[in-house]
């Protein structure tokens, strides 16, 4: 079980890296497939080859997501954590429609999407990225809260600058909510805009704090991930530093 948890779990070995490369690939090819599936009048042969393909490709992820139960020190852990939920989401589609035309079930289909949540996984940027979210987590709560509120104020205020004048495209606060959004956004779509003085004047400040909404995130972002990356540094450094000294014991 020692070496089968090394293969499954560490990427450091030779048969860990061979692991990991075909577990990828796999990931790789099914959303292939997937998108190919999606292609008007496919030819039938190409759908019974897609088919095979999509039932070999769960058996393996299956297989994975068993061994890495089997491996795992705490299993009741590992099965509620975001990997385990992961792994078991880009297998759980294909057992649910078994008996059912999967074209049918677009919800199903959809589900095989998080068979791409398996990379991050594999992916040390990815992990660096959540590690960062995990740092700025408060700032960001913080942050929405904000977002949030202002969203509600711009929402009210161009409310009750255009409602008069538009009042079918600003019926309502809840109606207005989505020009609040693209302007805060700096998106502008250009179905919904002020007309009046009041509004135009309203909006002109509100795209200066919508500038602000998006830059603020970015700064947070990138703090942490400078973070994030010393952390690993430290990580790495901490590691080489005790197999060093597991060496000179050993030596000894």
């Keep these: 079980m020692t070496s089968l948890k090394l293969i499954v779990e560490n990427s450091d070995t030779r048969l860990g890296r061979i692991f990991d490369l075909l577990i990828q690939a796999l990931i790789v090819f099914s959303l292939v497939t997937f998108s190919i599936e999606t292609l008007p009048n496919i030819s039938p042969l190409t759908q019974k080859w897609i088919f095979w393909f999509e039932c070999c490709t769960v058996i393996l992820f299956t297989l994975e ?31 649910l429609s078994l008996g059912v035309d999967l074209r049918s079930l677009r919800a199903f289909r ?66 207005s909510m989505w020009w609040a959004v693209v302007t805060l956004t700096t998106v502008g779509y250009g179905d919904a805009y002020p007309i009046t003085l009041g509004g135009r004047t309203f909006t002109f400040f509100l795209l200066f704090i919508g500038l602000g909404i998006v830059a603020v995130p970015a700064g947070l972002f990138a703090s942490a991930l400078t973070r994030a990356r ?7 450094s901490m590691k080489s530093e005790s197999a060093r000294d597991g060496n000179a014991h050993k030596e000894e």
């Design 230 to 236: 010393e952390m690993e540094l430290e990580e790495h």
């Design 110 to 175: 959809l589900l095989r999407l998080f068979r791409i949540f398996k990379l991050v996984r594999y992916s040390r940027a990815i992990r660096r990225f959540h590690r960062a979210l995990l740092i700025s987590k408060e700032e960001i709560v913080i942050f929405l809260s904000a977002t949030s509120i202002l969203l509600f104020l711009a929402s009210v205020g161009i409310y009750q600058f255009e409602n008069k004048a538009q009042p079918e495209v600003f019926a309502s606060i809840f109606h």
């Design 65 to 95: 997501y068993l061994t890495r139960v089997y491996v795992a020190d705490d299993k009741w852990k590992f099965i509620t954590s975001f990997f385990g939920i992961v792994d078991l989401l880009a297998v759980l589609p294909f057992y």
